[in-house]
């Protein structure tokens, strides 16, 4: 009874102690199709030589052409891991019911080149597992797939198919298949085996061909693949070449890992961040005066003061005078547009009877020159220059009545005080009596104002009635583009001076 509970529990723990494997793609070993190859043909991290030409949806190493030969050889070194996985997707396809010569895959001390060994160099330091299209030996067991560990000592012996070479190997028909035939390739921990799915199904069914134990490769290997045609040929096509690192030190589970990652940069930023706040409290205690600019907390004040402030007013109030000039140039854009549409069909009355041609032939296009005549725009500027003079009166007008106030303000400050000379009895009375007919005579100046700003206003009215018979802004402010830019010119001048002036001020100041 002891003993039994003993011995489950070491099982657990000896199943609880078993490394997890981790098996992890490894792109810079891999291509696959689709975007096998890039633009030029080139596979990333390989190089391809001989006949082999790279697609994006095959990696052909040999075509269907006599004497052919080529390879295609990783660049990088397989350093992730000792242990991998390789998943190939191959076809090979011919017309005839014999092919030849076939493919090989290879796992090399050094890069392969091209030579005799199903178009790779002989001699190699590694592994070689062919795919043996043609029955050189006569022994009616080919296509056959052999796995070959040369120490870069051996000739491959095309006369026996290797087979007095090779440590292991199955037959199987893989030329002329519907689907592609999927090889797996596993290498963990000296064992080595070949699984093949034959490509007579969609669904991938694998099938063991090969497993041999104490298989040692050289460490950092390359990948690499080859193929060849002789007098028979056959297309020797790899779809896809996917390797995985297999790693027993990984503990914990791939799904975990980013999250990991992520806590792990988190916590930097978070200690980095720290280490920041510390050196900057350190740094104003040390350096009070200096500290005091860089405060966060003050910035605000510092940022908008009153002349950043004055200055972002004008800014925004300068914006919005942009945009009603924008306003008004589309306005004065869709009148134009009006006006053409109209001399256009004034024109065509004129032309008479060519109404009803005039969709078929003109259609909706607009008479751009002809449809604001000369007359038209001459009748613009005339508006223009009125209504130019007509502020300009109107300044003189506001002038005049400012010089009356003051005039009139001169006057009622004078029948206050002393006494003038020429006021006569009447003045004098108004003092004596107390004002009653001071009252009297502002109202005669209050009354001479209205008069005068009622002849403005009239004035206005006739300038108003002048400039809508001219057509120049009947729905628009009466405002023209030249009057607002001069009311900007002014502002931006104002604003140059009263900054100059404060400048002027503050310089003062310091010095
Ligand atoms: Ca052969
Ligand atoms: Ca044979």
């Not at 006599?66 to 998943?87: H, L, Q, T, Y």
């Not at 190997?169 to 030329?175: E, M, N, P, V």
Request: aromatic share 8%; charged share 20%; glycine share 8%.
């Amino acid at each position: 009874m002891h003993v039994a509970l003993v011995l489950a529990m070491m099982a657990t723990l000896s199943w609880a102690q078993t490394p997890q494997l981790h098996r992890k793609f490894e792109y810079k070993h891999s291509f696959r199709a689709p975007n096998l190859a890039q633009r030029d043909g080139t596979i990333p991290f390989w190089m391809v030589s001989g006949d082999a030409i790279a697609s994006m949806e095959q990696l052909r190493l040999a075509p269907s052409m006599r004497s052919r030969r080529g390879i295609a050889w990783n660049k990088r070194v397989m350093s992730e891991s000792e242990s991998f996985e390789v998943e190939m997707s191959i076809k090979v396809t011919g017309q005839g019911r014999i092919g030849a010569d076939g493919l090989a895959v290879w796992y090399t001390a050094q890069q392969g080149t091209l030579g005799p060994v199903f178009g790779s160099n002989d001699y190699w330091t590694g592994l070689g597992l062919m795919f043996d299209s043609f029955d050189n030996d006569g022994q009616k067991n080919n296509p056959f797939v052999s796995l070959m560990i040369n120490d870069g000592t051996r000739s491959y012996d095309h006369h026996t198919d290797g087979s007095q070479q090779m440590l292991s190997g199955c037959q199987k028909d893989f030329r002329n298949k519907p689907f592609p035939m999927k090889v797996k390739i596993e290498y963990l921990k000296n064992v080595l085996t070949v699984l093949i799915h034959d490509g007579m199904t969609q669904n991938t069914r694998y099938e063991m061909c090969i497993r041999v134990e104490n298989v040692i490769l050289p460490k950092n290997g390359y990948f690499g693949l080859s193929a060849a045609t002789g007098g028979l040929a056959d297309d020797h096509d790899i779809l896809e070449f996917s390797v995985y690192s297999l790693n027993t030190e990984m503990p914990k589970p791939p799904g975990t890992m980013p999250q990991a990652e992520q806590q792990k940069y988190d916590a930097e930023f978070e200690k980095q961040m720290q280490d920041y706040e510390k050196e900057r409290q350190r740094f104003k205690e040390q350096h009070p005066d200096k500290a005091k600019d860089d405060d966060v907390d003050d910035f605000a004040k510092y940022f908008e003061d009153a002349t950043a402030r004055e200055l972002r007013l004008i800014y925004e109030s300068q914006n919005a005078i942009h945009l009603v000039m924008q306003q008004m140039e589309q306005k004065l854009q869709a009148i134009v547009q009006q006006q053409n549409q109209h001399t256009q069909m004034i024109n065509t009355v004129r032309s008479g009877g060519a109404v009803q041609q005039q969709p078929a032939t003109g259609g909706g296009a607009p008479v751009a020159g002809g449809g604001f005549g000369q007359e038209e725009k001459n009748e613009a500027l005339q508006a223009l220059r009125e209504l130019t003079s007509g502020l300009r009166d109107m300044r003189t007008y506001v002038n005049e009545i400012y010089t009356r106030t003051f005039n009139m303000e001169q006057k009622i400050n004078q029948g206050a005080g002393a006494q003038p000379q020429a006021a006569g009895q009447g003045q004098g009375t108004v003092q004596q009596v107390g004002g009653a007919t001071d009252f009297a005579t502002i109202k005669n100046y209050l009354e001479s104002v209205q008069a005068d700003v009622r002849h403005i206003r009239a004035n206005q009215n006739n300038m108003g009635q002048g400039n809508a018979q001219g057509g120049a802004c009947p729905d628009v402010a009466c405002l023209t583009s030249t009057f607002f830019l001069i009311i900007v010119g002014a502002q931006s001048a104002l604003i140059v001076v009263l900054l100059m002036f404060r400048r002027g001020q503050e310089k003062a100041k310091f010095y």
